[in-house]
Structures are given as C-alpha cells and as structure tokens.
Nanobody, 127 residues
Framework: VQLVESGGGSVETGGSLSVSCVMT????????MAWFRQVPGKGREGVAY????????GYGDSVEGRFTISSDKDKNTVTLQMNSLKPEDTAMYYC??????????????????????WGQGTQVTVS
C-alpha cells in the first residue's frame, strides 16, 4: 500500500488550503483514511479521519468547524479542505490509512497507532 499526498503550501492567516491523498495497492472495499500533523519536537496530532464508505467522520478539537475531510471510495482518495487557517496550523501533514480500526471510536480514529500505512507528508505553512 502506498499513500501519496499533494497540495499544501503557504498561505496567510485566515486563508484556505487543501491537501489530497491517493492510496494505491489497497484491495478492500473501504478504508479508514486520516490526516495527522506534526511539528518538530512534538508527536503526531490527529486532525481528521473518514471511513471511505461514508458513514464515519471525526475531527480533532483544534480543527472542528474549520476543516472538512472528504473521500472518494472508488478512487481511494481523501481530501482535507482547510479554512480559516491559523499560524498554529503550520505543520507537516501526513496521510494515513488502515482497514477498520477507526470504526471503534473517535479517539481510535484520531490515534496514530491505529494506522499502518503512511504517506511522506506535505508541508502547510500559515503566516
């Protein structure tokens, strides 16, 4: 399984950006796909997750109401639309995937230990 992120970049405070992730080599019907972020010296923070069949979504407290995660099950893609960006949203954003563990609870869905597959990351900078 491979995850490839795209998007990100730099934006001013209050602006918007989106990041997308394509998963290949995955052969089950649906997957848990998520976005995490990390700044140097800190652990990975769960931002949002979705079960690609469409019946489970969760957000971290710091992004609730500003970020929207969406998925295309047939294309195994997930997109994170980020609005009203703040300097504290600056981080490396990582796409992650797993088969089913996000279904257990919101806490599980936002836990990086629940995911086996990871992308290389894409930088988001808000100034």
């Amino acid at each position: 399984v491979q995850l490839v992120e795209s998007g990100g970049g730099s934006v001013e405070t209050g602006g918007s950006l989106s990041v997308s992730c394509v998963m290949t080599g995955y052969f089950y019907t649906a997957a848990c796909m998520a976005w995490f972020r990390q700044v140097p010296g800190k652990g990975r923070e769960g931002v949002a997750y979705v079960y690609t069949s469409g019946d489970r979504i969760g957000y971290g407290d710091s992004v609730e109401g500003r970020f929207t995660i969406s998925s295309d099950k047939d294309k195994n893609t997930v997109t994170l639309q980020m609005n009203s960006l703040k300097p504290e949203d600056t981080a490396m954003y990582y796409c992650a995937a797993d088969r089913l563990r996000c279904l257990a609870s919101r806490q599980t869905g936002l836990d990086n230990a629940s995911y086996n597959y990871w992308g290389q990351g894409t930088q988001v900078t808000v100034s």
